[in-house]
């Protein structure tokens, strides 16, 4: 009897101490020097992350209308997978910003936030691997085009970019989402609008310098402006990942897409080694 109690306890005790090498999620306030405010950031680290040891980050980016937390509404395991993978999440709020510095509001300089202030602070505060080939950014919709804008503007910070369902060309969408409170009226501004949209960047990348994935779904609205950037970059000669699976715009979507795109970036990870 006594030699089955010491195994049950042994057992509780190595039970108890897997809970607690778990994956740390934290709700933090970062403060943007740009806007002049705090920001709300979820982060997902893994166990070894929490223990000093320097993982990889992928930042995710939510959409229009989503904060902080849609990602871990989206994919409630986000912190098994951490642990797993050996990766830590970033999930900034980006308002309904595009994640542009907007031309015409100073309060929305998400750009500078998440590119400059955000790397900065987790860089700081968590063990990160701090250069470009332990770093990519993606995100869903509105995120999928933060992922890519951001990405493909500072190559020198991120080492990969990607889109899961993103609206990579704005221009056919002139009155949705906010963008004209960004942009000002596509009518009367569309050479601003043209400077801000992810199909008119690719000329500022080359083969083989960023590592990029585009997926979309056979059903989306964004389906053909995801087509006419992998045209883009085919003509450019620009390596990428392109995928069109079944699914519409929906987090059933974005819940499957993203483990393609976690495997993806781990194999960029895993090269830079």
């Known amino acids: 009897m006594k030699k089955l109690f010491c195994t049950l306890l042994v057992s509780l005790l190595c039970l108890s101490g897997s809970v607690v090498q778990a994956a740390k999620v934290d709700t933090l306030s970062v403060h943007s020097n740009a806007m002049n405010r705090n920001i709300t950031v979820l982060t997902v680290r893994p166990d070894k992350a929490v223990g000093g040891e320097k993982c990889p980050v992928i930042y995710l980016l ?8 849609t990602w871990m509404t989206i994919k409630p ?6 642990d797993r993978e050996g990766i830590i999440f970033v999930c900034p709020d980006g308002k309904n910003s595009w994640y542009w510095d907007s031309p015409r509001n100073k309060d929305y300089r998400y750009e500078s936030f998440v590119a400059k202030e955000l790397v900065e602070y987790i860089d700081k505060n968590f063990a990160t691997k701090t250069d470009r080939s332990g770093r990519v950014i993606t995100g869903l919709s509105m995120g999928g085009h933060g992922g890519m804008w951001l990405s493909i503007r500072h190559q020198d910070i991120f080492g990969g970019g990607g889109s899961m369902s993103g609206g990579l060309d ?5 009155d949705s989402w906010n963008m004209k409170a960004r942009l000002g009226e596509y009518a009367s501004n569309k050479e601003v609008w043209d400077s801000h949209t992810v199909i008119n960047q690719l000329d500022k990348l080359q083969n083989g310098a960023l590592t990029i994935m585009i997926d979309c779904g056979a059903d989306d609205f964004f389906l053909e402006v995801n087509k006419a950037v992998h045209e883009a970059l085919l003509k450019r000669g620009i390596g990428h990942d392109f995928t069109i699976r079944p699914g519409a715009h929906n987090p059933q979507y974005w819940s499957n897409a993203i483990d393609y795109q976690i495997l993806f970036f781990k194999k960029f990870f895993n090269k830079s080694k």
């Not at 939510?62 to 937390?69: I, L, M, P, V």
């Open 77 to 82: 395991d986000l912190p098994q997978i951490a």
């Open 170 to 174: 704005i221009r056919p969408f002139p």
């Open 62 to 69: 939510h959409g229009h209308g989503g904060n902080a937390f």
